[in-house]
Every structure is written in structure tokens, then in C-alpha cells.
């Protein structure tokens, strides 16, 4: 699973520390009888948000002999349990537990199939979520009774952690493994997708159709899934094996543009893993509302509406091509091979982190995928909170607690630094004999430890043990000691962490602007001196090059040396450093500005050229006289529209009524972010213009950057025609204010909002207030986000009351007050 990382969660959490409860203790779950066929009928009253169930479930006891069986049924009526045969058994239902008792004992092999018809009626489960999910239901009805015009119904499954218990009996545990099969009943013009082939189709004559999906392999129970809706299926294949996409019908043209990539992805990862492909087939379904970024249910992955984007947003990035590869690696590490234990859930989310980057180095480069492991570095130390937590870890207040940036970043980080230390050939061989010996099986971290040192001859217990199994990383001060007579330069670290770490390190020392790599060892000591040699004095020594140690490092450069760092260092890291150190001295150092004008105008990489021009400070005079020509030419030639959306942006800063022609003419571009970056420019000096501009948008969705540019206008133009598209990005604009003063300009037209009859832009705030809040519950901005939703319910009751009898009115009212209830 992907979680969705908002830039609120990385705003917020900077110096937010949380007290961690590990009083718990969470082994794997106890096996006494095991999971082999599941073979499911369902239906549906849509309306009503019910599904009608027959789950034929077979078993066997794990090893030793039972007469009783234990299943996970979350928010069911029960009415039938008995054995195939229709002999009856008796039963107790929690709510929670089916506890059966079987017709006699079964021993080891010998297999039993029980059957249960239910009704499933997710809402009535209050059950954790993950930090992103604020009801873990299992089953989702969207719009189901077809209150929101501009929203389509559908109905789709998340299952991870242990929700699919919320729509079909079973053993909810990731250590347990069946085959299945499933029959939907949908009304005729619904699509459906499930895991598996779909094998039969079949029309009712209530104008109802039955699929038939079989998945004959053995996955786990959080990886079963149902998606159903009005979709178009745009088909693909990657050798004889279908890859499938199903996107709303206004994508369907643009589906192979978003998605495309995906039969490259998966002959790349098949080749480097050794191992081709496991399943039958790979479909991607995007479902609306959908709450936890993406999910890679065996064989179907579902994807956040975000993924949906038009040429127009694509030309500037397809910003979900990592996730796209996430979910994919995670039908060989997580769908195969899969954890045995939320505890280790790492050995499926620390893999699918790491494989963005090996996507993005494979088809863009290393710059490129360094960017992204220097984002998932930051999302890492953001969450200081995080540090005393052991990647693998037995000990936790819930399971949902474990989808965190220690899982996923962090995990990720940690497994570039091992691929850096094995080598690629030994690190990808590991990989490839932990599956070939895990297929189809429950695993642990241990099994990785032991399929690289098999594969390597070398013991990584020093490894696991501080990275897999320890916690934090190392903290470093460096000191310098040049020895002129002998022509040395000593070294010194010291770790100022409590727990100290044992570690490869890089050092480049800089002669003629020449680089020459030594490669220590520092042990697990307070300090570690090192002590190299040199032929002239160094411009530059530079620590930790690459940033392949995961680690912060305390080093006082000069100037001069980060000027010497940027202009003679390859790497990403160490240039974006540089570039970061000389932002500070832009108004005071000659050479700090200079430099910051080279990297935005001929650093080979477009997300440096971009950071350089967004670190430029406009607000300084000598800035912006020296800067502006610059921008000026990025602007209207740079080759990435990205790098000319930043320009215009910092154009805008310097003097918005002087480029105004150059936004204008600038606003053809096919880019969004082109597009927004002139109407935002444009409507600091001329509102009109701005308003102008939009109106020549014809997109009714044209992705988060423009919509919020489109709203941002309409706002301060006080367009009330688009109080739809204000509303879908009300909380964005709150979010990125820079001032009280923008605040309560957007607070007007939330009171527009609420105070009138307006039932789609009000269920657009609430359902986005409700996405967003379990995120930030325990940030200020979470008690504001609150405060908000709270005196929105007060101005709509008002409004309710004051009006005509007004049934519309009084449905906003309860949908507000459902959502505030969520959130509380």
C-alpha cells in the first residue's frame, strides 16, 4: 500500500514529537487451522450500503488437531452457518468473532469446508484505521444513492490491515494463505474487477449480471478485492499477460499516458528479480474517494483519483509514476512473498518504497531518482518522532501504527544503503532467491538476512541488527586537521547519538576539481579519525557524498567550498546541498548568487534548475536586478515546463506588471503548471486578466495546480459560478496561505458556502476535511481544521432554519454532522 504523503503532514510535523506507546507486544498470529479455498457469492442493495453473502470456506488444521474454528466477521448478520452437506454447526457471534463448533475433530490435512450466508453492513464497524483512514469499513459505497451530480457510484474493497473481515468471513491474518473465487452480482452497466481471470458473465433477468472471477493461487486475505463502477477498460499486455487499466470514461483517452509504462515496469523488475511475473494477469482501477493513496490487491491494483491526469499536467510529470511502480513491486515483495506479522510488514513496504527509485533511475536517470530518495529522506526526518522506533518491531499500540515513514521511508533508505554495500549484482541475486525460496509463503526479516548472506558470503547481522532490528540513525560532527608537511588531512567524526553505529563511508577529497573516492570504516566508537593523503592542499572535502549513509552531519564549509562543491561535485545530493548552503549567502556573496544563477540556468538536471530558482530571494534588490534577465529566458526557453512554471512564478515576484505580456503570451503553453504559475503572476496586478485567463479553460478537472489557480481567482474576483471548483480546493488554498489576511479571504467563501444551498461544494469540503484530519489530528492545524468544520454545521443549521422548508438544506446539515463525527 501507498500512503498518501500530504504536504500538510510534512508542514505540520516538523516540530511535532508524539509520545510513543510500546507497551504491546504483536507476534505472529497463532496458526491452529489454515486458510485453503474461499469461494464467494455476493449481491448488493446499493442504496442501502449492504452486501448479501455466501462464503463457502475451506480449511485444515495447521498441526495439531481442533473441533472448533475462529473467523474474523466484522459488522455482519449472520443467519446460516453450517458444514457443505447443509449439516448445521453451532456457532457464537461477537460482532467482531465467529467462533464455530466443528461436527468432530480434524486432524493435520484432513480439510473441512464450512459455509455462511451473512449480510455485510460496513457501516456499522468503528474500527482504527491507518493514520490515513479515519474507518477502516473494508467495503466503500460511493454516492450510493446518486446524491452528488458530479460523482459517479461505485463500490470498492480495501482490505490491509484486517479489513476484508468487514465483507466476507475469514481468518484476517497475513500468515495465512487461499485460493479464491468470487461471484458479483451488479446491475447490468456496472464493470466489475476482482483478483484473478474473469471466466464468465452471465445476465439476470432482473437486468442484473454475474461475474465470475478465480484466482487458483494462494495470496493472502488482505489481498482479496472487489471494484465495481461505470468504468472503461483501456487494454494492454505485457508479453501474453493482460495489463489492464479502468478509468473514468473522461480518461479513457488519456488512461495509456497515465498508466502505460506499466508493461516496461514489469519486464524491468521481472529481469532484475530474476523472476518473471507471478500472476495472470495486472489490471489498475482508479476509484473515486478511494482513502490511502493505492493498494496492490493481488493482480488489481486500485489507485487514488490522483492518479487521473490530463496532457496537460502529464507533459509537466506524471507525479503518480512511482506509486504506479510501488504497487507493482509489491506483487513479487508483499503479494509472493508476503510478511507473516504486521511487525515486519517492512519486508513488503520497505521493497515497494525502494523499487520508485529503481524505476526512476532505470528509465530517467540518477539524478532523478535521487531527488526522490532525498524527498523520502525528508519525509523521514520530519517525523522526529519516528527515530525510536526499530524498523521491524514486535512492540506497538495497533497494527495501523506500523504504515508509518519508519516502514516505508525509512525502510527504503536503509535498503540503498545495503544495495551500495553489496554491490548490484549480490544485492538483486538476494532479492531473487528470497523469493524463489518464499513464494507463496509467509515471511520474516530474517529470510532476507539469510538469502543476501547466502547469496553474498558475507554476515549482515551487524547490518540487520542496527538497521532492521535497532533504531535511529547515526549523528555526526566532522573536524579537520591538515597536515601540510605530510601531506594528510585527518578526519575526525564523532557520533553524538546515544547508540553508536558501524558503517561504510565515502570521503571525495577535491584536488584541481578533481575528485579522489576513499572508502572508510568507521566503527560503532564515540570517534572515528581517518587519516588521508593529498598531493596539494584540498578545495573541498566531502563527506558522505551520494548520501548513501543515512545520517545528519554537522560540517562547516566556507563559502567557497560549497561554491567548489556545486561546480566540480556529480553528484545530486552534494550539489542540492551546495545549492541550499549558498541560498543563505545570496545577498551578502558575489559568488553565492552566481552560482545560484548557473545551477538555474545550466544544471543538467531540471530539479535543480527548478530548487535554484525557487531559492532566489526576490525581496533583496541586488536579487532581483541580477536575477530577472535570467528568469526572464528560463521562462520562455527552458525545456522543461516545470523549470519555466518556477520562473514565471519568481517573475511574478519581481514585478508581475512588468511581465505581464510575458504571462499572457506564456499562458499558450499546453502545460497546467505553466498555466497556473501566469494566472497566479497575472493576478497580483490584474484581477480581470487573471479572470480572463480562466475563462478560457475548458477542463472541467484540470488537476490540483491549476484547479487551485482557477479558485484562487475566482475568490478574489468574487465568482460565485465556480464555487465547485473553489470548494474542491478550499483546503489546499487554507493550507498554503501566507498570511491571515489570504486566510480569512478564503474563509469568505466558505461562509458563502455554507450559508447558501449549495450541496456539492459543501460535501466537497467535508469530504476532504474528513480525507485530511486523521493526519493531522494532533497538529495545530488539526484543532483548526476542526474548529472549521464545526462552525460550518453551525452556519448551515442556520441556514436551514431561516430558509423555507428545504429538504437539500437539511441533508447538508446531516452530511456535515456525519463528517464531524468522523473526525471526532
Same mark, same amino acid.
Given at each position: 500500500?501507498?500512503?498518501?504523503?500530504?504536504?500538510?503532514?510534512?508542514?505540520?510535523?516538523?516540530?511535532?514529537?508524539?509520545?510513543?506507546?510500546?507497551?504491546?507486544?504483536?507476534?505472529?498470529?497463532?496458526?491452529?487451522?489454515?486458510?485453503?479455498?474461499?469461494?464467494?457469492?455476493?449481491?448488493?442493495?446499493?442504496?442501502?450500503?449492504?452486501?448479501?453473502?455466501?462464503?463457502?470456506?475451506?480449511?485444515?488444521?495447521?498441526?495439531?488437531?481442533?473441533?472448533?474454528?475462529?473467523?474474523?466477521?466484522?459488522?455482519?448478520?449472520?443467519?446460516?452457518?453450517?458444514?457443505?452437506?447443509?449439516?448445521?454447526?453451532?456457532?457464537?457471534?461477537?460482532?467482531?468473532?465467529?467462533? *464455530?463448533?466443528? /461436527? !468432530?475433530?480434524?486432524?493435520?490435512?484432513?480439510? =473441512?469446508? +464450512?459455509?455462511?450466508? #451473512?449480510?455485510?453492513?460496513?457501516?456499522?464497524?468503528?474500527?482504527?484505521?491507518?493514520?490515513?483512514?479515519?474507518?477502516?469499513?473494508?467495503?466503500?459505497?460511493?454516492?450510493?444513492?446518486?446524491?452528488?451530480?458530479?460523482?459517479?457510484?461505485?463500490?470498492?474493497?480495501?482490505?490491509?490491515?484486517?479489513?476484508?473481515?468487514?465483507?466476507?468471513?475469514?481468518?484476517?491474518?497475513?500468515?495465512?494463505?487461499?485460493?479464491?473465487?468470487?461471484?458479483?452480482?451488479?446491475?447490468?452497466?456496472?464493470?466489475?474487477?476482482?483478483?484473478?481471470?474473469?471466466?464468465?458473465?452471465?445476465?439476470?433477468?432482473?437486468?442484473?449480471?454475474?461475474?465470475?472471477?478465480?484466482?487458483?493461487?494462494?495470496?493472502?486475505?488482505?489481498?482479496?478485492?472487489?471494484?465495481?463502477?461505470?468504468?472503461? *477498460?483501456?487494454? /494492454? !499486455?505485457?508479453?501474453?499477460?493482460?495489463?489492464? =487499466?479502468? +478509468?473514468?470514461?473522461? #480518461?479513457?483517452?488519456?488512461?495509456?499516458?497515465?498508466?502505460?509504462?506499466?508493461?516496461?515496469?514489469?519486464?524491468?523488475?521481472?529481469?532484475?528479480?530474476?523472476?518473471?511475473?507471478?500472476?495472470?494477469?495486472?489490471?489498475?482501477?482508479?476509484?473515486?474517494?478511494?482513502?490511502?493513496?493505492?493498494?496492490?490487491?493481488?493482480?488489481?491494483?486500485?489507485?487514488?483519483?490522483?492518479?487521473?491526469?490530463?496532457?496537460?499536467?502529464?507533459?509537466?510529470?506524471?507525479?503518480?509514476?512511482?506509486?504506479?511502480?510501488?504497487?507493482?513491486?509489491?506483487?513479487?515483495?508483499?503479494?509472493?512473498?508476503?510478511?507473516?506479522?504486521?511487525?515486519?510488514?517492512?519486508?513488503?513496504?520497505?521493497?515497494?518504497?525502494?523499487?520508485?527509485?529503481?524505476?526512476?533511475?532505470?528509465?530517467?536517470?540518477?539524478?532523478?531518482?535521487?531527488?526522490?530518495?532525498?524527498?523520502?529522506?525528508?519525509?523521514?526526518?520530519?517525523?522526529?518522532?519516528?527515530?525510536?522506533?526499530?524498523?521491524?518491531?514486535?512492540?506497538?499500540?495497533?497494527?495501523?501504527?506500523?504504515?508509518?515513514?519508519?516502514?516505508?521511508?525509512?525502510?527504503?533508505?536503509?535498503?540503498?544503503?545495503?544495495?551500495?554495500?553489496?554491490?548490484?549484482?549480490?544485492?538483486?541475486?538476494?532479492?531473487?532467491?528470497?523469493?524463489?525460496?518464499?513464494?507463496?509463503?509467509?515471511?520474516?526479516?530474517?529470510?532476507?538476512?539469510?538469502?543476501?548472506?547466502?547469496?553474498?558470503?558475507?554476515?549482515?547481522?551487524?547490518?540487520?541488527?542496527?538497521?532492521?532490528?535497532?533504531?535511529?540513525?547515526?549523528?555526526?560532527?566532522?573536524?579537520?586537521?591538515?597536515?601540510?608537511?605530510?601531506?594528510?588531512?585527518?578526519?575526525?567524526?564523532?557520533?553524538?547519538?546515544?547508540?553508536?553505529?558501524?558503517?561504510?563511508?565515502?570521503?571525495?577529497?577535491?584536488?584541481?576539481?578533481?575528485?579522489?573516492?576513499?572508502?572508510?570504516?568507521?566503527?560503532?566508537?564515540?570517534?572515528?579519525?581517518?587519516?588521508?593523503?593529498?598531493?596539494?592542499?584540498?578545495?573541498?572535502?566531502?563527506?558522505?557524498?551520494?548520501?548513501?549513509?543515512?545520517?545528519?552531519?554537522?560540517?562547516?564549509?566556507?563559502?567557497?567550498?560549497?561554491?567548489?562543491?556545486?561546480?566540480?561535485?556529480?553528484?545530486?545530493?552534494?550539489?542540492?546541498?551546495?545549492?541550499?548552503?549558498?541560498?543563505?549567502?545570496?545577498?551578502?556573496?558575489?559568488?553565492?548568487?552566481?552560482?545560484?544563477?548557473?545551477?538555474?540556468?545550466?544544471?543538467?538536471?531540471?530539479?535543480?534548475?527548478?530548487?535554484?530558482?525557487?531559492?532566489?530571494?526576490?525581496?533583496?534588490?541586488?536579487?532581483?536586478?541580477?536575477?530577472?534577465?535570467?528568469?526572464?529566458?528560463?521562462?520562455?526557453?527552458?525545456?522543461?515546463?516545470?523549470?519555466?512554471?518556477?520562473?514565471?512564478?519568481?517573475?511574478?515576484?519581481i514585478d508581475a506588471t512588468k511581465y505581464k505580456n510575458l504571462f499572457i503570451k506564456s499562458f499558450n503553453s499546453p502545460s497546467y503548471g505553466v498555466k497556473a504559475a501566469c494566472i497566479l503572476a497575472?493576478?497580483?496586478?490584474?484581477?480581470?486578466?487573471?479572470?480572463?485567463?480562466?475563462?478560457?479553460?475548458?477542463?472541467?478537472?484540470?488537476?490540483?495546480?491549476?484547479?487551485?489557480?482557477?479558485?484562487?481567482?475566482?475568490?478574489?474576483?468574487?465568482?460565485?459560478?465556480?464555487?465547485?471548483?473553489?470548494?474542491?480546493?478550499?483546503?489546499?488554498?487554507?493550507?498554503?496561505?501566507?498570511?491571515?489576511?489570504?486566510?480569512?479571504?478564503?474563509?469568505?467563501?466558505?461562509?458563502?458556502?455554507?450559508?447558501?444551498?449549495?450541496?456539492?461544494?459543501?460535501?466537497?469540503?467535508?469530504?476532504?476535511?474528513?480525507?485530511?484530519?486523521?493526519?493531522?489530528?494532533?497538529?495545530?492545524?488539526?484543532?483548526?481544521?476542526?474548529?472549521?468544520?464545526?462552525?460550518?454545521?453551525?452556519?448551515?443549521?442556520?441556514?436551514?432554519?431561516?430558509?423555507?422548508?428545504?429538504?437539500?438544506?437539511?441533508?447538508?446539515?446531516?452530511?456535515?454532522?456525519?463528517?464531524?463525527?468522523?473526525?471526532?
Amino acid at each position: 500500500m501507498k500512503k498518501s504523503i500530504l504536504l500538510l503532514v510534512s508542514i505540520l510535523a516538523i516540530n511535532f514529537t508524539k509520545a510513543q506507546d510500546y507497551s504491546d507486544y504483536h507476534p505472529s498470529s497463532t496458526m491452529v487451522n489454515d486458510l485453503v479455498h474461499t469461494k464467494l457469492k455476493v449481491g448488493f442493495d446499493i442504496p442501502n450500503e449492504k452486501l448479501f453473502g455466501e462464503a463457502w470456506i475451506t480449511l485444515k488444521p495447521h498441526f495439531y488437531p481442533t473441533d472448533s474454528l475462529t473467523l474474523d466477521a466484522k459488522g455482519m448478520e449472520i443467519s446460516v452457518v453450517s458444514l457443505t452437506g447443509n449439516k448445521s454447526l453451532k456457532y457464537s457471534y461477537s460482532g467482531t468473532k465467529l467462533k *464455530i463448533a466443528l /461436527d !468432530k475433530t480434524y486432524k493435520r490435512n484432513e480439510t =473441512y469446508t +464450512v459455509y455462511i450466508k #451473512y449480510v455485510a453492513i460496513p457501516g456499522s464497524i468503528n474500527q482504527k484505521g491507518s493514520q490515513a483512514i479515519h474507518d477502516a469499513k473494508g467495503l466503500y459505497f460511493i454516492n450510493p444513492r446518486g446524491e452528488n451530480k458530479e460523482k459517479p457510484t461505485q463500490i470498492w474493497t480495501q482490505g490491509e490491515t484486517e479489513s476484508n473481515s468487514c465483507w466476507f468471513p475469514t481468518i484476517d491474518k497475513p500468515n495465512q494463505k487461499t485460493s479464491e473465487e468470487i461471484y458479483i452480482t451488479v446491475p447490468d452497466k456496472y464493470v466489475t474487477l476482482s483478483n484473478g481471470v474473469l471466466k464468465t458473465q452471465t445476465k439476470n433477468s432482473d437486468g442484473t449480471r454475474t461475474d465470475y472471477w478465480k484466482f487458483d493461487k494462494k495470496h493472502a486475505p488482505y489481498l482479496f478485492f472487489m471494484g465495481i463502477g461505470e468504468f472503461s *477498460i483501456v487494454k /494492454d !499486455k505485457w508479453k501474453n499477460i493482460p495489463v489492464d =487499466y479502468y +478509468v473514468d470514461k473522461e #480518461y479513457e483517452p488519456y488512461a495509456k499516458q497515465i498508466f502505460g509504462d506499466t508493461p516496461s515496469m514489469i519486464e524491468y523488475f521481472s529481469t532484475i528479480l530474476q523472476y518473471p511475473y507471478p500472476w495472470e494477469k495486472y489490471s489498475q482501477m482508479v476509484g473515486r474517494d478511494y482513502i490511502s493513496g493505492a493498494m496492490e490487491n493481488t493482480t488489481c491494483t486500485l489507485h487514488d483519483e490522483s492518479a487521473l491526469q490530463k496532457p496537460g499536467q502529464l507533459i509537466d510529470k506524471n507525479t503518480w509514476e512511482p506509486v504506479i511502480a510501488h504497487e507493482l513491486f509489491h506483487h513479487w515483495f508483499g503479494d509472493l512473498a508476503t510478511t507473516e506479522s504486521w511487525s515486519n510488514l517492512p519486508v513488503n513496504e520497505s521493497f515497494a518504497n525502494y523499487s520508485e527509485y529503481l524505476w526512476l533511475e532505470h528509465k530517467y536517470g540518477k539524478d532523478y531518482a535521487e531527488e526522490h530518495r532525498d524527498e523520502e529522506r525528508k519525509g523521514y526526518m520530519y517525523g522526529r518522532e519516528d527515530f525510536e522506533k526499530d524498523l521491524i518491531r514486535f512492540q506497538y499500540k495497533d497494527k495501523e501504527d506500523m504504515l508509518d515513514a519508519v516502514s516505508y521511508n525509512k525502510g527504503g533508505l536503509i535498503l540503498h544503503m545495503l544495495r551500495n554495500y553489496l554491490g548490484d549484482d549480490a544485492f538483486f541475486s538476494g532479492m531473487s532467491v528470497y523469493l524463489k525460496n518464499n513464494e507463496y509463503k509467509a515471511t520474516e526479516a530474517h529470510q532476507l538476512r539469510l538469502a543476501w548472506e547466502e547469496v553474498s558470503g558475507k554476515d549482515l547481522n551487524w547490518f540487520f541488527n542496527q538497521w532492521f532490528f535497532g533504531n535511529g540513525h547515526p549523528k555526526l560532527k566532522v573536524a579537520y586537521n591538515y597536515n601540510e608537511l605530510q601531506k594528510t588531512v585527518s578526519i575526525t567524526l564523532t557520533q553524538i547519538q546515544n547508540l553508536k553505529f558501524q558503517f561504510p563511508l565515502d570521503i571525495d577529497i577535491y584536488e584541481n576539481g578533481k575528485a579522489t573516492r576513499h572508502h572508510v570504516w568507521a566503527k560503532a566508537t564515540d570517534k572515528n579519525t581517518f587519516e588521508l593523503p593529498y598531493k596539494t592542499k584540498p578545495q573541498l572535502v566531502n563527506i558522505n557524498p551520494d548520501r548513501v549513509l543515512l545520517c545528519e552531519l554537522t560540517d562547516d564549509k566556507t563559502i567557497e567550498q560549497y561554491i567548489s562543491q556545486y561546480n566540480y561535485a556529480i553528484e545530486y545530493s552534494s550539489r542540492k546541498e551546495a545549492l541550499s548552503k549558498l541560498a543563505d549567502a545570496q545577498t551578502s556573496h558575489t559568488g553565492a548568487l552566481e552560482t545560484l544563477l548557473k545551477a538555474a540556468s545550466f544544471d543538467k538536471f531540471e530539479g535543480l534548475r527548478s530548487f535554484a530558482i525557487s531559492k532566489l530571494d526576490e525581496t533583496n534588490p541586488n536579487v532581483k536586478q541580477k536575477s530577472a534577465p535570467v528568469l526572464e529566458k528560463i521562462a520562455t526557453s527552458d525545456s522543461k515546463t516545470l523549470v519555466q512554471a518556477n520562473a514565471i512564478k519568481q517573475l511574478g515576484k519581481i514585478d508581475a506588471t512588468k511581465y505581464k505580456n510575458l504571462f499572457i503570451k506564456s499562458f499558450n503553453s499546453p502545460s497546467y503548471g505553466v498555466k497556473a504559475a501566469c494566472i497566479l503572476a497575472i493576478l497580483k496586478v490584474d484581477k480581470n486578466a487573471a479572470s480572463e485567463l480562466v475563462s478560457k479553460i475548458d477542463d472541467k478537472n484540470p488537476g490540483k495546480d491549476l484547479s487551485t489557480a482557477i479558485a484562487k481567482t475566482a475568490i478574489y474576483t468574487k465568482d460565485n459560478s465556480k464555487l465547485g471548483i473553489i470548494s474542491k480546493s478550499f483546503l489546499e488554498l487554507l493550507i498554503s496561505s501566507e498570511s491571515q489576511e489570504e486566510a480569512d479571504t478564503y474563509i469568505e467563501s466558505l461562509k458563502t458556502i455554507m450559508q447558501g444551498n449549495y450541496p456539492t461544494e459543501t460535501q466537497n469540503i467535508v469530504d476532504a476535511f474528513v480525507k485530511v484530519y486523521p493526519q493531522a489530528k494532533n497538529y495545530e492545524f488539526g484543532k483548526f481544521m476542526l474548529q472549521i468544520i464545526q462552525v460550518s454545521l453551525q452556519m448551515k443549521q442556520q441556514a436551514s432554519i431561516t430558509s423555507f422548508p428545504n429538504q437539500s438544506l437539511k441533508d447538508q446539515v446531516k452530511y456535515i454532522s456525519d463528517g464531524l463525527d468522523k473526525m471526532k
